[in-house]
């Protein structure tokens, strides 16, 4: 009897093996992350969700299914480490305390909704949501998207964002704390830096986001306290900062990252080399800025002097992960459209479009401590795959023409032309 049951259990799973259904890519191009170059005429062959093999010429069954890509330049899945997608902001006039008065987390989560799936649609297969998101909006989208309900990115998500008193406002009277409240938690001490760290992974974070220099300066040990409780989770902390003794602190505490750092001088950025500590530089180009409600002139001096940021911070050798930070659209344009106009920042300081496909895979991965499982395509990975129609080494900008998206093996987007 107890045999019989073997052999049957041993027929059914062999036959199972046997018959697996794979999908078999066959890219005309591909994106070899690790080392920065484009491979041509490879095949991508996807089992259960997960990469099994990469190489030319590999042998599939015939009950494989194919996808041909044999005209297409295939890359990993693309990650944004800095992304809002519940906020929207009107153009030119950003008031966040209007948004945080006037909406509420379920049309915050709904917009989440919307922006998460184009995010998706345009090949960021993950993306670091950044905080600004009401009361935990994003820790329901993701539900939702591991229900199966909605489709929508891998979300690395920060929970509310911890601030000195004030979050990032400014001159709300005393009565109205609960205003900035409902998207920041105040923590002036390590012992409250570490409340609202438990707090936050409680509510669903996968990442730690401090704010510094806005209202108050953190000091290294703040910083350093916050690193050693995340790191009980394995979570990382990153945190926004421009320059000065705000970031500073940021990099003597041993952050894994700094958000903008529109200030740093060449001395902080050998430093962040040192300590491996990455850039996410949200690069705003003079259209984002403009967006904001910045003049011309002011537009041009911002974006001129991210340009030479980017420059320096390639020059030293920094680790850098792609990051936009936009929450204004532009006229016309979806958020995707108007988060790659960063592009055009990254292009005016002549960084190679290798580099920033790499900060766009394999460097964000890292710094998202995700290089395990995503952002290169080898076996073992997670099958985060898409395609483009022109060679983005030629012109990152490529990157605009996704035409096919898969995610975690499962085809989002395969436009047919
Ligand atoms: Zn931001």
């Not at 049951?5 to 199972?16: A, D, K, P, Y």
């Not at 591909?30 to 170059?37: E, I, S, V």
């Not at 409902?182 to 704010?211: C, H, Q, S, W």
């Amino acid at each position: 009897m107890t045999k019989k049951i073997l052999f049957l259990l041993v027929f059914i799973i062999s036959s199972l093996i046997i018959n697996a259904q794979n999908t078999v890519i066959k890219a005309g191009h591909f994106f070899d992350a690790r080392n920065g170059k484009m491979l041509d005429n490879q095949m991508i062959i996807v089992q259960d969700g997960i990469i099994k093999e990469v190489g030319t010429n590999l042998e599939f069954n015939k009950s494989d299914s194919i996808i041909d890509l044999s005209n297409s330049w295939v890359l990993p899945g693309l990650m944004d480490c800095h992304v809002h997608i519940t906020a929207n902001f009107p153009y030119r006039n950003l008031q966040m305390e209007q948004m945080y008065s006037n909406e509420s987390t379920s049309l915050r989560a709904i917009r989440g909704t919307v922006v998460a799936k184009q995010f998706l649609d345009n090949g960021f297969t993950t993306i670091k949501e950044i905080g600004n998101d009401a009361n935990y909006a994003t820790a329901d989208i993701i539900k939702a998207i591991k229900n199966g309900w909605i489709q929508g990115p891998n979300i690395i998500y920060a929970g509310k964002i911890i601030a000195p008193y004030g979050g990032q406002s400014r001159g709300v009277n005393p009565e109205h704390e609960h205003i900035w409240n409902f998207e920041y938690i105040d923590a002036d001490t390590p012992d409250e830096i570490k409340k609202a760290i438990r707090k936050n992974i409680y509510n669903g974070a996968t990442v730690i986001k401090l704010v510094t220099g806005v209202n108050g300066i953190y000091d290294a040990e703040d910083i350093r306290a916050a690193v050693d409780e995340a790191k009980k989770y394995n979570i990382k902390v990153t945190v926004h900062a421009h320059g000065g003794l705000a970031a500073t602190n940021v990099i003597t505490g041993g952050a894994a990252a700094i958000e903008h750092g529109f200030a740093l001088n060449n001395e902080q950025l050998q430093s962040m080399k040192d300590k491996g500590i990455f850039l996410v530089g949200t690069d705003f180009s003079y259209d984002n800025w403009y967006a904001y409600g910045m003049d011309s002139e002011t537009a041009t001096a911002l974006n001129n002097n991210l340009v030479d940021r980017l420059k320096r911070a390639y020059k030293i050798g920094t680790s850098m992960a792609f990051g936009t930070d936009i929450v204004v659209d532009l006229p016309e344009l979806n958020r995707i459209e108007s988060s790659l106009k960063v592009l055009e920042t990254w292009k005016a300081a002549e960084i190679p479009a290798s580099y920033i496909l790499q900060t766009m895979t394999i460097n964000a991965a890292e710094l998202l401590g995700i290089d395990n499982e995503r952002g290169i395509l080898e076996s073992s990975y997670f099958a985060d795959i898409i395609a483009v129609k022109k060679n983005p080494l030629d012109d990152i900008e490529s990157i605009k023409t996704v035409h096919f998206v898969m995610k975690e093996g499962v085809i989002i987007r395969n436009d047919k032309k």
